[in-house]
């Protein structure tokens, strides 16, 4: 099984990225996807996460700002992320839990960085 992070780059502070997460897992074996952040020197951090039924869960830090969505039809979920702030940057990683599982898969991660 490969999850596919990609979209992170260099944006300035007010700006807006998009990351994509590719699933080698069919829809119907997919549970829960979700994102999560590592900034330089601290743990990994939970930012969103989102059900087959499309129900949503925020970071206090992102709500309002971030929005996670999934494409079933493309094994695809999706992380805008508007008003990026400093503390934002990190490498975000997707992730997913098979459904039966209770351990999740982890994607290789992509580098977000917001500075002027």
């Known amino acids: 099984v490969q999850l596919q992070a990609s979209g992170g780059g260099l944006v300035q502070p007010g700006g807006s990225l998009r990351l994509s997460c590719a699933a080698s897992?069919?829809?119907?074996?997919?549970?829960?996807m979700a994102w999560y952040r590592q900034a330089p020197g601290n743990q990994r951090e939970f930012v969103a996460r989102?059900?087959?039924?499309?129900?949503?869960i925020y970071a206090d830090s992102v709500k309002g700002r971030f929005t996670i969505s999934r494409d079933d039809a493309k094994n695809t979920a999706y992380l805008q992320m508007n008003s990026l702030q400093p503390e934002d940057t990190g490498v975000y990683y997707c992730?997913?839990?098979?459904?039966?599982?209770?351990?999740?898969?982890w994607g290789q991660g992509t580098l977000v960085t917001v500075s002027s």
């Open positions: 992730a997913l839990l098979p459904r039966g599982s209770a351990s999740n898969l």
């Open positions: 897992l069919s829809a119907a074996s997919i549970d829960i």
């Open positions: 989102i059900t087959p039924g499309e129900n949503t």
